[in-house]
């Protein structure tokens, strides 16, 4: 029988513990959990869970998931060598949501895809430049690493464990007993929040004047011209303080209108494509299957069960 172990750092996210157990607490897997040492590991929540093993389980482990934990410290080397041993004994190594940054830490990340809590990817990125974090991903990973984004992407990832695994109808019947969706269509993209300046700083009034005027077919020189710059001076600026460009920022806050429109009106999708300045249904049919690989159909089902 396949032996799953997930290896719960102080203190674990239990809702990310949870997943793991429930998927692969069925007949095809045994399940356990392990910890630096037994004994009861804090959960953010605020209770305790308590653990029967330490790390020698994960010598016998088939696979091992790590799932999220706060603080983001690094775990203590012992930890760290017994992921290590895991991994170059070809154990499947999976992470949900901040559980990267463990396997980062222990260097199994390194030169992979990779992806965590959209909140959480640009410090992912910036502690281990080596890992290649796409924070638009449900999940992923190549080989016998993988990684899931935050909390119910948990619940993707380890379904398509289970469809590796046992195929189709075995991550059907699971997603079935759990209620859950047996495939999510998009990614976390859906969610992630494109960045504005804070207010006091040079472009924050430009912004304001732009998202008040998203219907109008502004362009970059526009804006250019509203802050009294030069466009390539002003793009230079721009992106310096949000760490996009102009024309990237102004084609996310149209992407993001779009979404809150689908989300909150039943306004039909030309004339949400018109509200928000993409001009035509195609057009923001195309911009949201780049930003967040759906249609304006399914986000609103998605959202509004529609």
């Known amino acids: 029988m396949h032996r799953v172990v997930a290896l719960a750092l102080p203190s674990v996210v239990a809702f990310d513990l949870a997943i793991p157990a429930e998927v692969f607490g069925g007949e095809e897997y045994s399940f356990a959990v392990c910890a ?5 590991v804090p959960a953010t929540t605020g209770f305790e869970i308590a653990v029967a093993h330490g790390l020698g389980a994960l010598r016998d482990a088939d696979t091992v998931v790590v799932p999220g934990y706060a603080p983001l410290d ?8 017994a992921l290590r041993a895991a991994a170059s004994r ?11 940054f463990a396997l980062a830490a222990a260097g199994l990340l390194d030169g992979l895809p990779a992806t965590t809590h ?10 281990h430049p080596d890992v290649e974090v796409d924070p638009g991903k449900l999940y992923a990973g190549a080989g016998n690493v993988l990684t899931s984004a935050g909390f119910a992407a948990g619940i993707d990832m380890c379904l398509h464990l289970v469809r590796t695994d046992h195929g189709a109808e075995a991550a059907v019947r699971v997603a079935r007993r759990l209620v859950v969706a047996p495939h999510r269509e ?3 993209a859906q969610y992630l929040e494109q960045p504005i300046p804070a207010a006091g700083d040079g472009m924050a009034e ?14 970059v020189a526009d804006l250019a011209a509203r802050a009294n710059l030069a466009p390539r001076t ?19 806050q149209r992407v993001q209108l779009a979404r ?47």
């Open 36 to 40: 630096q040492a037994p004994g009861p």
């Open 74 to 81: 690094e775990p203590a080397e012992p930890v760290l060598e």
């Open 90 to 100: 070809g154990a499947r190594m999976v992470s949900v949501c901040t559980g990267a």
């Open 118 to 127: 959209w909140m959480d990817a640009p410090a992912l990125a910036a502690r």
């Open 186 to 188: 998009g990614g976390q």
């Open 206 to 219: 430009v912004c304001a004047w732009a998202l008040e005027r998203l219907a109008d077919p502004l362009t």
């Open 234 to 252: 002003f793009a230079r600026h721009f992106t310096a303080q949000t760490g996009v460009s102009p024309h990237r920022w102004l084609a996310a």
């Open 260 to 306: 809150r429109l689908l989300e909150r009106t039943d306004l039909p999708v030309d004339e949400v494509a018109r509200r928000c300045g993409l001009g035509t249904a195609a057009n923001l049919r195309l911009h949201l299957s780049r930003d967040a690989a759906t249609t304006p159909t399914a986000y609103r089902r998605t959202f509004r069960g529609l």
